[in-house]
């Protein structure tokens, strides 16, 4: 990850959201931030490959929702697994190929549960993207709300989306 992950941040910039930190700032330098993922229990690293290229990465974030919260399910007992993308990102040589969007459909699936996506609005490449992903994903069976300028989608992933 830490190989593209400047690459990452460089391709953030251009969005301007305000949320990712300068670096080589106190306590936000590179690697603070991948050992902080790397040290949260509740986030998944993964690495995407091409063949043998390192040609991405995600973070995926999870946590249990509350059972009695709206579009729970009750069947892991305290709550139903609610996932995000917390990071999701393809190195511009390798765009364009289809990785990313078969990257993201294997992290759905391999993640089942009920799923937020967020994309900041002014990334119109990601919003575009996710909105691609997510509606072939669920065959149009999702829920997307902008809200403080952000894009959202909710959705669940897995073999229940087909029911």
Same mark, same amino acid.
């Given at each position: 990850?830490?190989?593209?992950?400047?690459?990452?941040?460089? +391709?953030?910039?251009?969005? *301007?959201? /305000?949320?990712?930190?300068?670096?080589?700032?106190? /306590?936000?330098?590179?690697? +603070?931030? #991948?050992?902080?993922?790397? *040290?949260?229990?509740?986030?998944?690293? %993964?690495?995407? #490959?091409?063949?043998?290229a390192r040609v991405g990465f995600a973070m995926v974030s999870h946590r249990l929702r509350d059972a009695g919260a709206a579009g729970a399910g009750t069947d892991m007992g305290g709550g139903a697994p609610e996932f995000s993308m917390a990071e999701f990102f393809i190195a511009r040589g390798w765009r364009r190929r289809?990785?990313?969007?078969?990257?993201? !459909?294997?992290?759905? +699936? !391999?993640?089942? =549960?009920?799923?937020?996506?967020?994309?900041?609005?002014?990334?119109?490449?990601? %919003?575009?993207?996710?909105?691609?992903?997510? *509606?072939?994903?669920? /065959? =149009?069976?999702?829920?997307?709300?902008?809200?403080? /300028?952000?894009?959202?989608? !909710?959705?669940?992933?897995?073999?229940? !989306?087909?029911?």
């Open positions: 990850m830490e190989s593209v992950y400047r690459d990452y941040l460089t +391709d953030l910039a251009p969005s *301007a959201s /305000g949320i990712f930190p300068v670096l080589r700032e106190v /306590g936000h330098r590179e690697p +603070d931030q #991948l050992a902080r993922w790397f *040290a949260d229990a509740n986030a998944h690293a %993964v690495i995407i #490959l091409f063949g043998d289809g990785i990313g969007a078969q990257a993201a !459909r294997l992290i759905l +699936d !391999r993640f089942t =549960g009920q799923w937020l996506i967020t994309q900041h609005l002014r990334n119109t490449t990601a %919003v575009e993207f996710w909105r691609r992903v997510v *509606a072939a994903y669920t /065959g =149009g069976k999702y829920q997307e709300r902008m809200l403080n /300028g952000e894009v959202h989608q !909710r959705f669940e992933s897995g073999s229940r !989306r087909l029911r």
